[in-house]
């Protein structure tokens, strides 16, 4: 059998470059993409760095790679952190100006990090619904509720004889037949679905609108605002329909100027060269080309004058218009299902779809890369 020095020496780094090989070749041609990041404490007080990237590829696959969890032995002050990201970029060759966006919890030192490095960050979208969450439960009523939940659960779940009379009385009053679950502090949702037998009272309601008014809150910040309209006016589930009327022209404008700047970029990065003609290639004056007039030449009218053509900008706009004035989409719809099938009706606006539909709402990807590295870094 081969030994643990030959596994951890040879077997292991192997597998690693090999992976890191086929991954560095996915995002080496990628022309926007976004990440998250957090950072972690395993079993063992080791602190870690994580790092995910995502993307959209040519087929309109929406991709999620784990490029690291670094070992980050040091403080964790905002200004190695934002270092440690620009180091970990450059590692694998990503440019920082084809970065969308980075979305982060709400650490304060994650938060100075983007701010030094200027990256735009997007607040994680669950973590600010928990937050709204318990904020809307502090609630004298709402506390007094939620005990009684308990104390009916807790009285039920410590005998199985209880929950044995608990089905009888449900099935002898035709009620479904459910399990009780219990609140778990670290879970979210679980006091949801600890207490989602009630119906929409005027306590759940009350509640509705302090989480809506804290979300709300959060959330007015200009760029911010910026970058989830532009992200909703490409979903073509949404488009203008949760932005502010007053806002529309303005994200029009600002999603065609984007565009036009692509395009130039394109046009600067793969310049068409001229093939110099070979000798077979070449005509003989000398020698007139044969016409074949149809039966159309008899009624060709004189030319007129020609239309001048549409500049890149015109295009835009007309696309963005046409895009607006199509069908409207089921909202269970796979945007990127649809733009795979539009893709040709819209071929400039594409480009646009796949840098702001790459960004993820949430950092879990960084939660997940914890959880599998706490099986690996135990406490062993």
Known sequence: ?????????????????????????????????????????????????????????????????????????????????????????????????????????????????????????????????????????????????????????????????????LAVAQGELGLPVHQLITETVNRWGSRQKMIDREDDTQLTKNIKDKILEYLNEKYADPDTEDLLDMASFVDPRFRTKYIKEEKVEYIMSKAAAEIEEMVVNQNAESPVAIQPETEEAVADPAVPAKKHKGLGSYFKKKATQQVPP????????????????????????????????????????????????CIPAISSPSERAFNTSGNIVTCH
């Open 310 to 357: 549409l500049s890149t900008r015109d295009l835009i706009d007309f696309e963005l218009k046409s895009y607006l004035q199509t069908m409207e989409t089921d909202s269970e719809t796979d945007p990127l299902q649809w733009w795979k099938r539009h893709e040709m009706n819209f071929p400039k606006l594409s480009n646009l779809v796949k840098k702001y539909l």
């Open 1 to 165: 059998m081969p030994s643990r020095k030959y596994f951890r020496q040879v077997e292991l780094p192997s597998l690693y470059m090999s992976c890191r090989s086929e991954v560095e070749n996915e995002v080496h041609d990628v022309a926007h993409f976004a990440t998250t990041t957090d950072l972690w404490t395993s079993r063992s007080t080791q602190p870690y760095m994580s790092l995910t990237i995502h993307f959209i590829i040519r087929n309109w696959t929406l991709c999620s790679r784990c490029l690291q969890m670094l070992y980050f032995l040091g403080d964790h002050t905002g200004d190695l952190i934002a270092q440690g990201l620009r180091e970990s970029l450059q590692s694998w060759g990503l440019q920082e100006n084809r970065q969308v966006c980075v979305t982060t919890d709400n650490a304060t030192n994650d938060i100075r990090a983007l701010q030094l490095n200027n990256w735009t960050r997007l607040q994680c979208f669950g973590h600010r619904l928990h937050l709204a969450i318990e904020k809307g439960m502090k609630l004298p009523q709402v506390d007094r509720a939620v005990g009684v939940c308990k104390k009916v659960v807790s009285a039920f779940s410590n005998t199985w004889k209880r929950r044995r009379e």
